[in-house]
């Protein structure tokens, strides 16, 4: 693990790999507007309005998957000192946020029309945007922190202690009235929807993840560089 840690060896095959994620995520990402656009069928409640859900519910996914990795990355860097840990934890806050910001807009969108308000403090969309607030407040803990040693410690806290909001966010349907349907995917006794419906937005999926890849990694490279210069700069200013 360490030896692929190394964070020359990370800038290497980070390079070659990015080509690859930057096309797969460009065809996934036609392929399921494509059939999301076109394919899928007008819902017999919503209309038209239900092609929001093919946006909103991978960003959704995407805001809790990426709160996930900042978690585990940032304990893996408290615990094992991984060299690339903290720069991998740190380089997905801005784009985790990003994703959490459009399911709250794009969830805003589609509620209009379904339940008449463009917001309510449902269970389910309060814990969404404590998610945005959370994300915001480990974004600000590495910015407002000079010391990038004593920020990593504090930013790998506050996503560790935050991170027991993803189940409340989770499960939030379930434990409380919520104005969202219960998890119709992901089930122990399988999808709940058409597949007419269910391929599209498994496809939109997988492009939110490969866009995630993608700019994870470049954002990853970007901060290896950053701390390349500071590190140089630090040197000249000792010598």
């Known amino acids: ?56 519910v991978p960003a959704a996914w995407m805001a809790l998957g990426v709160y996930s990795v900042i978690a585990l990355a940032s304990a893996v860097a408290l615990i094992f000192r991984h060299p690339l840990a903290d720069v991998a934890a740190k380089s997905a806050g801005p784009i985790g946020a990003c994703f959490t910001f459009l399911a709250l807009v794009t969830g805003s969108l589609w509620g209009k029309p379904m339940w008449g308000a463009w917001w309510v403090w449902d269970a389910r969309l309060t814990s969404v945007l404590v998610l945005f607030l959370l994300y915001l407040g480990y974004i600000a803990v590495w910015q407002t922190v000079e010391d990038v040693h004593k920020a990593a410690r504090i930013a790998a806290i506050v996503a560790l202690v935050g991170f027991v909001n993803v189940p409340i966010i989770k499960f939030s349907v379930e434990w409380w009235n919520s104005l969202h349907q219960p998890a119709s995917v992901f089930r122990a006794d399988g999808p709940a929807i058409h597949a007419s419906i269910l391929t599209p937005l498994l496809v939109m999926g997988l492009a939110y993840g490969l866009l995630f890849l993608t700019l994870h990694l470049l954002a990853m490279r970007a901060e290896v560089l950053r701390r390349r210069v500071r590190a140089l700069h630090l040197a000249r200013l000792e010598a």
């Not at 390079?15 to 096309?23: D, I, S």
């Not at 392929?31 to 017999?44: R, T």
Request: proline share 5%; net charge positive.
């Open 1 to 56: 693990m360490y030896k692929f840690a190394n964070p020359t060896l990370f800038m290497r095959y980070s390079r070659a790999v990015l080509p690859w994620t930057a096309a797969a995520c460009a065809a996934a990402l036609a392929y399921g507007l494509y059939l999301a656009l076109f394919k899928a069928p007008a819902d017999y409640q919503q209309g038209e309005t239900v092609r929001i859900m093919f946006v909103h």
